[in-house]
């Protein structure tokens, strides 16, 4: 299957600063990626649509100043947390997807565990 | 707006079957996706149905009725390993790579 890759796993970061996560489509090119928030035990919120060449398309309640996604190409999208706080603490997780001819399947790269002190 | 709910939390022993439930709100509606997560992993893709009936793929199976706006997800011969968060995830019309996902059950697989 497609694999998507995630970087990093794991980032700890004092509040203030910016913390940049990049997701990577190794096999296949992907022209819309997205990316979602997970707190513990909840489900997948969506929060933006990567869009490669373009601007991002945030969903509702996303402050799009603050989670600047860039698409530059159509292997990587980056998700920058800018001037971090304790409640952008999360695990985020990319995805990319693939036609498959009657459905669309997403691969998921392995989730970034953020934690802001 | 779009909602999925399924049960928060489901147990079963090692070798039953367990069917964990998803009935969603939305409009535009395409098809509904079946997700795994394991604690502290990425989900994977398990399954899809976009016309109502039932899809086999070893022994998880998922069945959709789109006049109920329900579906299900059947996992036989439960193992251990199946321990694991499932979501559901639904795709809309014109933004078909887009999900939306399910409040999640927790399976928790006993000996």
């Known amino acids: 299957g497609a694999v998507v890759s995630q970087h990093p796993s794991r980032v700890i970061c004092k509040s203030g600063t910016s913390v940049k996560i990049e997701c990577r489509s190794l096999?296949?090119?992907?022209?819309?990626m997205f990316w979602y928030r997970q707190f513990p035990k909840q489900s997948l919120m969506l929060m933006a649509t990567s869009n490669e060449g373009s601007k991002a398309t945030y969903e509702q309640g996303v402050e799009k100043d603050k989670f600047l996604i860039n698409h530059a190409s159509l292997t990587l999208s980056t998700l920058t947390v800018t001037s971090a706080h304790p409640e952008d603490s999360s695990f985020y997780i990319c995805s990319a997807t693939r036609d498959r001819g009657q459905y669309t399947e997403a691969f998921f790269g392995q989730g970034t565990r953020l934690t802001v002190v | 707006g779009q909602s999925l709910e399924q049960p928060s939390e489901v147990t079963a022993v090692e070798g039953a079957i367990v069917q964990i439930n998803c009935t969603y709100q939305t409009s535009g509606f395409y098809g509904l996706s079946w997700y795994q997560q394991h604690d502290g992993g990425a989900p994977t893709f398990l399954s899809y149905?976009?016309?109502?009936g039932l899809e086999e793929t070893g022994r998880f199976s998922s069945f959709l009725s789109r006049s109920d706006s329900y579906g299900y997800l059947l996992l036989q011969e439960l193992q251990m390993k199946d321990s694991a968060s499932y979501f559901c995830?639904?795709?809309?019309?014109?933004?078909?790579?887009?999900?939306?996902f399910g409040t999640g059950t927790r399976l928790q697989v006993m000996l």
């Open positions: 096999d296949f090119q992907a022209t819309t």
């Open positions: 995830a639904v795709s809309r019309t014109g933004t078909a790579s887009k999900l939306t």
């Open positions: 149905n976009g016309l109502d």
